[in-house]
C-alpha cells in the first residue's frame, strides 16, 4: 500500500487549492480514506474522510462547507479541494488509508494504517 500526495503551496487568504493523493496497492472501491492536517504546535486533526464504497463523507466542524473530499477510482486518486481558505488552515497535510475501515468517521477519529507523506499548506497574505 502506498500513498503518495501532491498540491500543497503558498495560497492568500481566500483562496483555492487541490490537493491530489495518488494510491496504490489497493482500489478506491472499498475502504475509507483521507486527510490530516498537524500544524506547528498543535495535534494532528483529521480533517475529511470519505468512504469509497458508499461515498459517504466526514469533515471536522473546522473545514465544513469550504472544503470538499472527491475521489476518482479509475485514477487511483483522490482529492481535497479547499476553498475559501484561512491563515488557520496553515499546515502540513497528510493522505491516509485503512484497509480495515470502511467508515469515513471511523478514519478520521482514529490513526489510519497506512499514510502518504506530507504537504505543506500556507495561507498567508
Known amino acids: 500500500v502506498q500513498l503518495q500526495a501532491f498540491g500543497g503551496g503558498l495560497v492568500q487568504p481566500g483562496g483555492s487549492l487541490r490537493l491530489s493523493c495518488s494510491v496504490s496497492?489497493?482500489?478506491?472501491?472499498?475502504?475509507?480514506v483521507g486527510w490530516f492536517r498537524q500544524a506547528p504546535g498543535k495535534e494532528r486533526e483529521g480533517v475529511s474522510c470519505l468512504s469509497t464504497w458508499n461515498d459517504i463523507t466526514h469533515y471536522s466542524d473546522s473545514v465544513k462547507g469550504r472544503f470538499t473530499i472527491s475521489r476518482d477510482a479509475a485514477k487511483s486518486t483522490f482529492y481535497l479541494q479547499m476553498d475559501n481558505l484561512l491563515p488557520e488552515d496553515t499546515a502540513v497535510y497528510y493522505c491516509?488509508?485503512?484497509?480495515?475501515?470502511?467508515?469515513?468517521?471511523?478514519?478520521?477519529?482514529?490513526?489510519?494504517?497506512?499514510w502518504g507523506q506530507g504537504t505543506l499548506v500556507t495561507v498567508s497574505s
Open positions: 491516509a488509508a485503512d484497509l480495515g475501515h470502511s467508515s469515513s468517521y471511523a478514519l478520521c477519529t482514529t490513526s489510519p494504517s497506512d
Open positions: 496497492g489497493f482500489l478506491l472501491d472499498r475502504p475509507a
